[in-house]
Nanobody, 124 residues
Framework: QVRLVESGGGLVQAGGSLRLSCAAS????????MGWFRQAPGKEREFVAA????????NYADSVKGRFTISGDNAKKTVYLQMNSLKPEDTAVYYC?????????????????WGQGTQVTVSS
């Protein structure tokens, strides 16, 4: 049973930074990809960033390129999302996701497993 637990969300002023963590458990994740998605009120869930478990490949949404960085610690089975220069439009519930295909695709249908989400609120 794969379990993904997010942490690190909170309230931050525009221009500030937050680091989200996703602790994965339940199996070996070799060959998997890990990702972050977000969902704002009244909007569909959207792709933010993804990384292969080996760390060899990353993918970012255009809206976060240059501001967010995804990384992973294999020993800790944890994936991070460093978010800098936050904007009010980054406000959303952020979800960690995993897929067994090992692809960093943007569509939600590619992703097998999801965490419960953590709220990020950016004030102007």
């Amino acid at each position: 049973q794969v379990r993904l637990v997010e942490s690190g969300g909170g309230l931050v002023q525009a221009g500030g930074s937050l680091r989200l963590s996703c602790a994965a458990s339940g199996r070996t994740f070799s060959g998997y990809a890990m990702g972050w998605f977000r969902q704002a009120p009244g909007k569909e869930r959207e792709f933010v960033a993804a990384i292969t478990w080996s760390g060899g490949s990353t993918n970012y949404a255009d809206s976060v390129k240059g501001r967010f960085t995804i990384s992973g610690d294999n020993a800790k089975k944890t994936v991070y999302l460093q978010m800098n220069s936050l904007k009010p439009e980054d406000t959303a519930v952020y979800y960690c996701a995993a897929n067994s295909r090992g692809v960093t695709m943007r569509g939600t249908a590619w992703w097998n497993y999801w965490g419960q989400g953590t709220q990020v609120t950016v004030s102007s």
